[in-house]
């Protein structure tokens, strides 16, 4: 499973952005698929996870009526809209594909793609 993200930038405090993920390849054996980010200087952390079969998606309280995840089955990508943005949301963000369950540990994923960078201005 091949996945690209895409759709960073920059944006002032309380703007929105769309992020995208194109997942490619074997994609019939993903099981969930999520989003995480990481700061200058912290460890990767969960923003949301999204079960590909149900349709859930389960949220990290930092962004929970914030950012919202969605999908496009046909075009097999995943999407992350993100709302009220906060100078605390500057991160590069990066989707992951797990095979087997949805967790919010990152270790737990199977493929990553390569990450888009987010910043927010204050």
């Known amino acids: 499973v091949q996945l690209q993200a895409f759709g960073g930038g920059l944006v002032q405090a309380g703007g929105s952005l769309r992020l995208s993920c194109a997942a490619s390849?074997?994609?019939?054996?993903?099981?969930?698929m999520g989003w995480f980010r990481q700061a200058p200087g912290k460890e990767r952390e969960f923003v949301g996870a999204h079960n590909w079969g149900v349709g859930s998606a389960y949220y990290a309280e930092s962004v929970r009526g914030r950012f919202t995840i969605s999908r496009h089955n046909a075009q097999k990508t995943l999407y992350l809209q993100m709302n009220s943005l906060t100078p605390e949301d500057t991160a590069v963000y990066y989707c992951a594909a797990d095979q087997r369950w949805l967790t919010s540990s990152p270790s737990d994923y199977d493929f990553w793609g390569q990450g888009t960078e987010v910043t927010v201005s204050s």
């Open positions: 390849g074997r994609t019939f054996n993903i099981y969930a």
